[in-house]
């Protein structure tokens, strides 16, 4: 009897659509291969969906290296390129057929994009925020159209609430400092890589390592855990420890420091000062204690610092001597270094459209200071073409091209991106917005509530509910009345900002009349304004002054780039406070450096952050719920040393 041979095979791929191989070497088996292959066909759709990925600790294993050595052998050079272009893209709804995504889709793939960072469209100072099976489904989408697997990248310095709506609201970095604890730091940056990883997203532009030393820095603020290295270190490094375990990629940003600087870098050049041994002893200690707790990447700031590069032209971003002297050789830092965005003026400034492409020379000059990803390029043509052109001129070594995308391989892989890159869509509403994830962003919210003066007359308020029948299900309408007088300040009245506090305190004081402004209805209103708080028993104003990128107040005719109230808005609280000091509470909604114009003050709050956690804490302070033990994590020239508070008081019987 004849031997057939017969060689079979079926290859099962990660998307589960079954492919076949057959190669007949005897043509009688035909018909008994037709019925093993109908009855594989028929038990198809009853195999394993698409394998998704999911979350495990950061770690490049012996499979991961291979796959990153046998993809780098493969990329042409401009492949290699492409792997260093990180571009954004808005998760706002749109039909993936049309033009707008096959645009992107089409661009991502000419320029061989390797990671995307997802973000939001802005309304004036509103961020347009989506829920997060959007996101995920954007997230997925974008994996199924790149040909490597893409590193997805967010800025969540306040968890998934920074870009994504309908999850926990953890407030901003220093309420974490106010409460002294980086044990909270820790499950945040764990709670924030699972809830991540689960829409898809794996590179945290977070923590902020950024000591905050200068009262008047306007982009960093609450943004920093606060002013001393020890403090900050501690929590960067415990943020990372969770992070890294729940499976996140970390980045510590903005090196070597922008805490000690008066300019917001998207608007021009930062300039740190200091000699090398303050710069040791301040802004570079919580980097060097990030890169010992394993830090995945670190971001470099379009700032000018003279003690480590004093070439007036140059910034940080375009250093070697701060890239690959300070940061490579003397912190000893091994993995990823991330430009800060290449369209903040910090760095376009310096780089003249009469001199050739700008974002081409910005592009090469940070790859030539020993940058791996470059990240936003106004130009991504010019860009990609700059360093592809610069190599095949011999400006920068195939070397240093490959030493990059090696770092940038090592990421995809210790994600495990290389064997899974989809989440799966019906595990999001189970992994995101936990209750007790809820509860945790409220707890440290409420923890990081500081009183930092208290004249014991306002504070705590008497509640006021109106009395509602059993089965009524609207309560009655509760006409407003001067017993308590509450003002909103806040950028823009069109904004979010002071919703949620005001439902939190009506439902508490039905009958507070609330006023809110901003600078352009703060002269229209003052006169029913200051009415109404010469004949209040009690005033609170809480006032929104939160760092935002760019901006700039007008301040006696001139803008000004700062944190603090706009021109009309702090006259109206000077005025105000000149009427009922005594019996007003001033709560700081985000920077507390507030108090330091306007000394009058006599009680004062402090939540550090404006997120609606924050918000329900300061009216559970006002309504003595909450007994504030936050303590300051920076001083307040003029009015309080770092690690100061108030004792709260006990409340008095029949206080209004």
């Not at 998307?15 to 109908?38: H, N």
């Not at 501690?234 to 996140?248: E, T």
């Not at 090196?255 to 300039?271: K, Q, Y």
């Not at 490959?402 to 890159?421: F, N, P, T, W, Y």
Request: aromatic letters at 6%; one cysteine or more.
């Amino acid at each position: 009897m004849p031997k057939h041979r017969l060689l079979f095979i079926i290859h099962i791929s990660t998307a589960s659509a079954i492919r076949c191989k057959v190669l007949i070497l005897f043509p009688i088996m035909k018909k008994f291969l037709a019925a093993v292959l109908s009855v594989f066909l028929l038990l198809a759709p009853c195999w394993p969906a698409d394998r998704y990925s999911t979350a495990a600790p950061v770690e490049l294993n012996k499979e991961g290296r291979r796959w990153v050595d046998q993809t780098l052998k493969k990329l042409s050079l401009e492949e290699k390129v492409g792997q260093m272009l990180s571009v954004r893209y808005f998760t706002d709804f749109q039909n993936f057929s049309g033009d707008s995504y096959v645009q992107f889709r089409d661009q991502m793939r000419k320029y061989h994009v390797g990671s995307v960072v997802l973000t939001v469209h802005v309304d004036g100072s509103v961020l347009l925020k989506n829920p997060p099976l959007e996101v995920a489904a954007v997230a997925n989408q974008l994996q199924r159209d790149s040909e490597l697997p893409l590193l997805i990248a967010a800025d969540f310095e306040n968890g998934l609430a920074s870009r994504v709506s309908s999850v926990p609201a953890f407030p901003d970095a220093m309420a974490f400092g106010a409460t002294g604890n980086p044990a909270y730091a820790e499950k945040f940056g764990a709670i924030t890589a699972e809830e991540s990883r689960a829409i898809g997203i794996h590179w945290d532009f977070s923590p902020v390592a950024d000591v905050n030393s200068n009262p008047g820095n306007p982009i960093i603020n609450t943004r920093s855990f606060g002013e001393d290295p020890a403090a900050v270190a501690d929590q960067v490094a415990a943020f990372i420890k969770g992070a890294r375990a729940h499976g996140m990629l970390t980045t510590a940003k903005h090196f070597p420091g922008h805490g000690d600087t008066d300019t917001d870098s998207h608007l021009g050049v930062s300039r740190v000062g200091g000699d090398m041994a303050r710069l040791r002893a301040v802004e570079l200690k919580p980097f060097a204690k990030a890169i010992d707790a394993g830090v995945d990447s670190v971001m470099v700031a379009h700032l000018a610092v003279p003690a480590l590069d004093s070439d007036p032209n140059k910034v940080a971003t375009v250093s070697s001597n701060v890239i690959t002297g300070v940061l490579r050789e003397q912190l000893g830092f091994k993995n990823l270094v991330v430009t800060d965005a290449l369209e903040m003026r910090g760095l376009t400034s310096l780089y003249p459209p009469n001199q050739g492409n700008p974002m081409a020379r910005a592009s090469v000059d940070a790859v030539k200071a020993g940058n791996d990803v470059l990240l936003w390029p106004t130009d991504l043509d010019g860009a990609f073409h700059g360093v592809v052109d610069a190599v095949k001129r011999g400006e920068i070594t195939q070397a240093r091209i490959d030493d990059s995308v090696r770092r940038i391989l090592e990421m995809k892989a210790s994600l495990g991106l290389h064997q899974a890159r989809l989440v799966d869509l019906e595990q999001v509403p189970y992994k995101v917005s936990k209750p007790e994830n809820l509860a945790f962003a409220q707890q440290v919210a409420d923890d990081a509530v500081t009183l930092v003066r208290d004249n014991g007359k306002v504070l705590p308020l008497a509640r006021l509910v109106p009395k509602q029948t059993e089965g009524e299900v609207f309560q009655a309408i509760v006409k407003p009345d001067v017993q308590v007088v509450v003002v909103i300040m806040t950028d823009s009245i069109h904004a979010n900002s002071g919703h949620a506090f005001e439902l939190a305190l009506k439902a508490r004081r039905a009958d507070a009349t609330v006023f809110y402004v901003d600078n352009s209805v703060a002269t229209p209103l003052a006169a029913p304004i200051f009415q109404a708080v010469k004949d209040a028993a009690k005033v609170v104003v809480a006032a929104y002054v939160a760092p935002v990128a760019a901006k700039q107040v007008m301040v006696n005719g001139k803008l000004v780039n700062t944190v603090g109230l706009e021109q009309a808005s702090g006259q109206l609280l000077s005025q105000l406070l000149d009427i009922a000091a005594d019996r007003t509470a001033v709560i700081a909604l985000g920077s507390p450096y507030l108090a330091q114009n306007y000394g009058a003050i006599q009680t004062y709050l402090c939540t550090f952050s404006n997120a609606s956690t924050s918000e329900l804490s300061a009216v559970k302070a006002l309504f003595g719920e909450l007994q504030p033990h936050g303590k300051l994590p920076v001083t307040l020239p003029g009015i309080a040393e770092r690690g100061f508070s108030v004792p709260a008081r006990v409340p008095p019987s029949g206080s209004k």
